[in-house]
Structure formats: C-alpha cells, structure tokens
T-cell receptor
Framework: DAKTTQPTSMDCAEGRAANLPCNHS???????VYWYRQIHSQGPQYIIH???NNETNEMASLIITEDRKSSTLILPHATLRDTAVYYC????????????FGSGTRLLVRP | GAVVSQHPSWVICKSGTSVKIECRSL??????MFWYRQFPKQSLMLMAT?????????EQGVEKDKFLINHASLTLSTLTVTSAHPEDSSFYIC???????????FGSGTRLTVV
C-alpha cells in the first residue's frame, strides 16, 4: 500500500495561497489520493480527492503530477479558520476501501 | 451532503465499566463504516472496518473482545469499549463511505475518559 510523506508543519499568511505538498512515490495506477483536514478535537473534514487529473472544488485545488508520485493541495486564499492538520492519504488498493492516515501537515495561518 | 452523527460527544466512565458509542449515517445508507482512535497529538489510527450484517474486520493489534463492533443496520454502527481502563481514554472517531465518488464522511468524535 502506498504511503505518503508530508512536511510536519507549514505556515502561511492570511489571504495568501497555501500550498501543501505530499509525496506518494509508490502509488499504484488505481489508487486515489484523498485530502482531509482536522481542526483540534473534531472529526476530519473532507477537502478533495483525485486519481489522475487535477481537481478543483469550492474549498481547494488538487494538483497531481503526471507520474502521480506527488501532489499539492492548494488553498487559494487561506484564512485563520484554515489552521488545521492536513492529511494526504492514498486509499488502500484492496476491496476494504480503508483510509490509513499518516502524520499530516500542521498548517498555521498567520494574521 | 452526507452527514454522520456520532454520540455521545464525550463520556466519562469508571474503570471496569463498558461504554457504547453510536455512529449513524443520517441521510444515506452506509454499508461500510470505520472506527478510528486518536491519542493526543497523534494521527488517527484505524481500529476496525464495520460491514453491515457481518462481523467487523479488526486491524492488527486491536483486541476484538475489548472493542465490540456491531453494524446491524445500514445506518447504525456501534462501538462498545468493554471493561474500560484508563489507557482506553482516547478520542474515538467513526466514518462512513458515502458511496458517492467513493467519499468518506467522518463523525465529530467521542472523547472517552476512563477514571
């Protein structure tokens, strides 16, 4: 199963774009990349997911490299409420559909 | 959107007693639900996969006799922590596959404190 590597922590200024990288060099062709975030003492919140193509929704954009070995989550205009731990997850390939969380990136948005 | 309701949000129990945590999918049917545990400043750790109408599948190292999971309907899964001890104190979170684009929705979590 593909594992992910993320920076332990990052920070950005409020109003600026936050770019969160994720390395998943062992990903297989049919494995999806999911991004979730968790604000302290709450359940994880879905952000976006993708397979091969770049994806965009009202929260964020997901850029996946052509070789699929890495991806970047982009929060276009970060606010203080975006301060959270962001998890990049490659879904387990088997029929269990499990999501295995790594250690994530702690994003701090500065005023 | 898909909503998962988890109850209670927090519970304090005495050592040796059992505690039941409920996870309900409010506006969709969830054939598969997942239970996680999270210790302070750590990531979520998957405990088990709960499938409606069948036995749960536990991750390696998780005691199935201690953490009883029941998924008797398409909208309800329960986790019972039996004979709880202080080391079971943790944040327990459930999630469900929404079936739409293979998304997953998480509950708000249950803070268990065993005294």
């Amino acid at each position: 199963d593909a594992k992910t590597t993320q920076p332990t922590s990052m920070d950005c200024a409020e109003g600026r774009a936050a770019n969160l990288p994720c390395n998943h060099s062992t990903i297989s062709g049919n494995e999806y990349v999911y991004w979730y975030r968790q604000i302290h003492s709450q359940g994880p919140q879905y952000i976006i997911h993708g397979l091969k193509n770049n994806e965009t929704n009202e929260m964020a954009s997901l850029i996946i490299t052509e070789d699929r070995k890495s991806s970047t989550l982009i929060l276009p205009h970060a606010t203080l409420r975006d301060t959270a731990v962001y998890y990049c997850i490659v879904r387990v390939r088997d029929s269990s559909y499990k999501l295995i969380f790594g250690s994530g990136t702690r994003l701090l948005v500065r005023p | 959107g898909a909503v998962v309701s988890q109850h209670p949000s927090w519970v304090i129990c005495k050592s040796g007693t059992s505690v039941k945590i409920e996870c309900r999918s409010l506006d969709f049917q969830a054939t598969t639900m997942f239970w996680y545990r999270q210790f302070p400043k750590q990531s979520l750790m998957l405990m088990a996969t709960s499938n409606e109408g069948s036995k749960a599948t536990y991750e390696q190292g998780v005691e199935k006799d201690k953490f009883l999971i029941n998924h008797a309907s398409l909208t309800l899964s329960t986790l019972t922590v039996t004979s709880a001890h202080p080391e079971d104190s943790s944040f327990y979170i459930c999630s469900a596959m929404t079936g739409v684009g293979y998304g997953y929705t998480f509950g708000s979590g249950t803070r268990l404190t065993v005294v």
